[in-house]
């Protein structure tokens, strides 16, 4: 694994999310009540990108079917998709988020 500063928390609105190129890879940095997670950017189900999805509490919901994802592990709730999606480990340091991605 290895750590990146993605962006700085004011740059991710409250209840919502954004998409960031990290080394090679598209990180989704959701933010809301219950913290900020970052996940991989594409539903599991139609894969379609998850950014812009309604986000409420640790829940991102797909905005193209409403599949709704669990942002602490991945988990899907319902009968559209049974596979997670990706989540990464955050963390806040004077107010940049950084977030550790596997190497590779």
């Known amino acids: 694994m290895t750590r990146h500063r993605v962006a700085a928390l004011d740059e991710i609105p409250e209840t919502g999310n954004k998409a960031f190129d990290v080394d090679g890879q598209t990180v989704l940095v959701s933010r809301s009540a219950a913290g900020v997670f970052a996940t991989e950017i ?21 905005p193209v079917h409403g599949v709704r994802f669990c942002l602490r592990d991945g988990t ?9 999606i990706k989540v990464y480990a955050t963390e806040i340091v004077d107010g940049q988020i950084f977030v550790d991605l596997p190497d590779g």
Do not use: D, M
């Open 42 to 62: 594409i539903c599991t189900h139609a894969y379609q990108s998850l950014e812009g999805g309604k986000v409420k509490g640790a829940y991102l919901f797909c």
């Open 76 to 84: 899907p709730a319902g009968n559209l998709t049974k596979k997670p």
